[in-house]
């Protein structure tokens, strides 16, 4: 039996190790793997008691018994299970054959168990549990040193499987509101409620939990490092780092340095090891933006990276593991790549787990005065100017526009007005817009007047016919959305 020394480096180290673990089954199967090893016990379950008079109980973790349900289990010794459980108090026998408690026993009898030790489990002063262990060899398997480290250990046990519990109770939480509450709800900064964007931000919400790889596509300006961040943001590994890089952005010569570093002297200028991105980002996520301009010579390192998890530095012999999400946007099509031979289609596959498009501004110009005003906002907070509103009149003009840049040419435009704006109000002049505007009405055979009643009465329709509400959504105040209304009906 292991000394008093023995015993505390093994609290020390098991107390480490069961601590970090969150999720509740495979935290029960450790304690008790961990208390068999330990005390060389040959048999052991652990189970939980429903608090009744009746203490229906239930096997949550078991270990080297014929029958693994639990009738078959508890069989082996109810009777001091039952005893645990009523009074609390710890027991152990030397030799249960011979120890009267359990003369009665037919269980023990039948099984010819030797020694016995089980220890109540305990949350908030009550008995919630029990751990059991047996031996079938030895008459003398646990001694009193046995019940002083597995009392201490239960201790330890208890505090870790109730963290685990309200853990688990808090994900599931997370996830029953996620599944009621609108997914715009649940990212800052990823504005929008028009049925294309809200239909993308669901895809996000359901990948949230699930460590799977991300293809995000869209127009330059969309918002797709958005999105990778919300993904990285809202997800299990937020807590690591969050590692962005622009394929397009790097010079191919320095692409494989840049992602999986490089030691020392492997190449003229390397004068010290340096890390890639890959490894600075391990337990994290690492986003490649423009995925599709990666030379394709570096694409077949890229897949046996994301394949076996390990990379290898340039100039190195050994390969490193790693641990990272693979989130990937671009604006080409990939698949037209692949007919052109600059991608390969196993990494798009790879890549492409599951995908989230994101449409662009000018198909949800439903979204452009909560945007716009998000934007004016924050560029007034920024940039200290003292703007109250936006002119109707220049909303107008927002919503009409073409948008080639997307929401970035948005937010572009609007700092660029509040910044240059010498009046109170925003207005029309107050904008550097593209002739797109034109452009759109002329396609739709509409006056910007047309456009703007359109806007106003599909919104109107879309809220229900509540005007605040409607006003609120289209960034005007509530006065002169009546007096448009009123207008129309005096007409």
Request: hydrophobic share 40%.
């Amino acid at each position: 039996m292991m000394a008093s020394k023995d015993n505390f480096n093994a609290l020390y180290e098991v107390t480490q190790r069961i601590t970090s673990i969150l999720d509740p089954v495979e935290l029960l199967d450790q304690v008790l793997t961990i208390a068999m090893t330990h005390l060389e016990a040959e048999r052991g379950f652990i189970l939980f008691d429903d608090g009744s008079a009746e203490h229906n109980v239930r096997v949550a973790a078991a270990k080297n018994f014929s029958s693994p349900d639990a009738p078959g289990v508890l069989a082996a010794s109810s009777s001091v299970v039952k005893n645990v459980l009523t009074t609390g108090i710890p027991v152990l026998t030397f030799d249960a054959l011979a120890d009267e408690r359990f003369e009665a026993s037919t269980s023990i009898i039948a099984q010819k168990i030797l020694s016995i030790i089980c220890l109540p489990l305990r949350s908030q002063d009550r008995t919630v549990g029990a751990v059991y262990l047996d031996s079938t060899r030895s008459r003398q398997a646990f001694t009193d040193e046995s019940l002083r480290f597995l009392t201490v250990f239960c201790h330890v046990a208890s505090i870790a499987i109730a963290n685990a519990k309200e853990f688990a109770v808090l994900q599931n939480e997370n996830r029953r509101l996620r599944t009621t509450v609108a997914p715009a709800l649940l990212f800052t900064g990823l504005i929008g409620t028009s049925k294309r964007w809200q239909e993308a931000l669901d895809v996000v919400n359901r990948v949230l939990d699930v460590d799977v790889s991300v293809l995000i596509t869209g127009e330059s300006g969309t918002g797709k490092e958005l999105i990778a961040r919300a993904i990285h943001d809202n997800g299990p590994r937020k807590s690591f780092p969050f590692v962005a890089v622009n394929c397009s952005a790097i010079p191919e010569a320095l692409m494989e340095s840049e992602l999986f570093g490089h030691m020392r002297g492997s190449f003229t200028g390397a004068h010290a090891e340096k890390k890639g991105l890959f490894e600075v980002a391990d337990g994290g996520t690492l986003f490649l933006d423009e995925v599709g301009d990666l030379p394709l010579l570096l694409q077949s390192k890229v897949l046996r990276a994301f394949q076996e998890r390990e990379i290898r530095k340039v100039g190195g012999v050994e390969s490193k593991k790693i641990n990272v999400r693979i989130l990937a946007a671009t604006n080409k099509d990939l698949q037209e790549g692949i007919r052109a031979g600059t991608f390969r289609d196993d990494l798009y596959f790879r890549l492409n787990v599951v995908s989230v498009h994101l449409p662009p501004l000018r198909d949800r110009r439903e979204d452009i005065p909560l945007l716009a005003e998000y934007y004016f906002r924050k560029s007034c907070l920024t940039h200290k100017r003292d703007v109250q509103s936006i002119h109707a009149s220049a909303m107008e003009f927002l919503i009409a526009n073409q948008w080639q840049g997307n929401v970035r040419e948005l937010q572009n435009t609007i700092e660029r007005a509040v910044v240059l704006c010498r009046g109170p109000v925003l207005m029309p002049e107050d904008l550097t817009l593209q002739q797109g505007d034109a452009r759109t009405l002329q396609k739709a055979n509409m006056t910007l007047a047309d456009f703007e009643r359109h806007i106003i009465e599909t919104t109107l329709q879309e809220m229900g016919d509540n005007r605040t509400r409607t006003a609120e959504r289209l960034g005007v105040s509530l006065r002169w959305l009546q007096y448009r209304l009123k207008e129309w009906s005096d007409g």
